[in-house]
């Protein structure tokens, strides 16, 4: 059962998500896309609301994430820093927003953060990628590493494919994470990596490492909304645990209005208006 968080309750921080490592206290993130699963994931006490560019698949039903744009991630952040009032909100960057030079990045993250309330941004890549870090960071943007699968390179995996299955590419990882740590991510998503493999990535850095598809070692798991809600009947990752089913529960719910609609018993003289009370009453409560 979800708990209602009170008001009262401290805002979470990008450096209270960093001291959650040292007190073995494991970070919850949900991703989110408009306003209601926003609230939602913010009444329910998650750590962190990702605005993930797997909006492209679960939102707007594409194979992949490779087309979400700018203007649609600051879009749907905008919806989503409105209805949280307690977690971190973390824009995370399309496909070719951080890729053609450190300015249009520093630009485009900052974005993010002016215009759509996001306190942080995710970006995907390892060392590759600390130059930018380090830049955006001294720039006041808070940055989310992301290692493993990264879905925006599935064409150079040949794939959605799990990552760090030999020698080499596990110490690559490892090299990768000590590098983002370095230049000052404040936490590192490990996207399909075994479960091994994380542990031994998480015990060598001392930023939280959130992880999906990357077994329970990390400091912290990330699980995409519609995902563990249940709302697609597409097959899904094994990674995915589904706490509800709530495309069965929307489908009755759903049938039920056509069905009272269409038998002429919805909607009851209980459901309308009547012309007396009408005009006692200004608005339509
Ligand atoms: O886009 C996304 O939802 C993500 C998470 C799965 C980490 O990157």
Excluded: W
């Excluded at 408009?34 to 998650?46: H, N, Q, R, T």
């Excluded at 995907?124 to 600390?130: L, P, Q, V």
């Excluded at 930018?132 to 064409?155: A, D, F, Y």
């Amino acid at each position: 059962m979800s708990k209602i968080i009170s008001k009262e309750l401290k805002s979470v921080s990008v450096p209270l998500i960093k001291e959650k490592k040292a007190q073995k206290d494991k970070i919850v993130m949900v991703t989110a896309y408009d306003y209601p699963s926003a609230k939602l994931c913010d009444d329910a006490g998650v750590d962190i609301v990702l605005v993930g560019d797997s909006l492209g698949m679960v939102v707007q039903g594409n194979e992949d994430t490779l087309s979400v744009t700018l203007s649609e991630i600051l879009h749907h952040t905008k919806m989503v820093s409105k209805g949280v009032k307690r977690a971190l909100v973390v824009s995370d960057m399309p496909f070719l927003s951080y890729h053609t030079g450190i300015k249009d990045a520093i630009t485009n993250c900052g974005r993010c953060i002016k215009e759509a309330k996001a306190q942080a941004v995710k970006i995907e890549g390892g060392k590759k990628r600390s130059e930018l870090v380090k830049r955006l960071v001294e720039n006041e943007i808070p940055v989310m590493g992301h290692i493993g699968l990264t879905p925006q390179s599935i064409h150079k995996f040949g794939g959605f494919k799990v990552q760090g299955k030999d020698k080499a590419s596990i110490d690559k990882l490892v090299e990768d994470a000590i590098s983002l740590e370095e230049a000052d991510v404040f936490s590192i998503v490990l996207e399909c990596i075994p479960s091994e493999v994380a542990q031994i990535i998480t015990n060598s850095v001392k930023v939280p490492t959130i992880g999906i598809g990357s077994g329970p070692h990390c400091d912290g798991q990330v699980l995409v909304f519609h995902d563990l809600l249940g709302l697609s009947d597409l097959p899904l990752p094994r990674f995915v645990k589904k706490y509800k089913n709530l495309r069965e529960e929307i489908l009755n719910g759903i049938s039920s209005f056509a069905s009272e609609v269409r038998k002429g018993v919805f909607p009851t003289e209980e459901h309308a208006y009547h012309l007396e009370q009408a005009k006692k009453k200004e608005n339509i409560k």
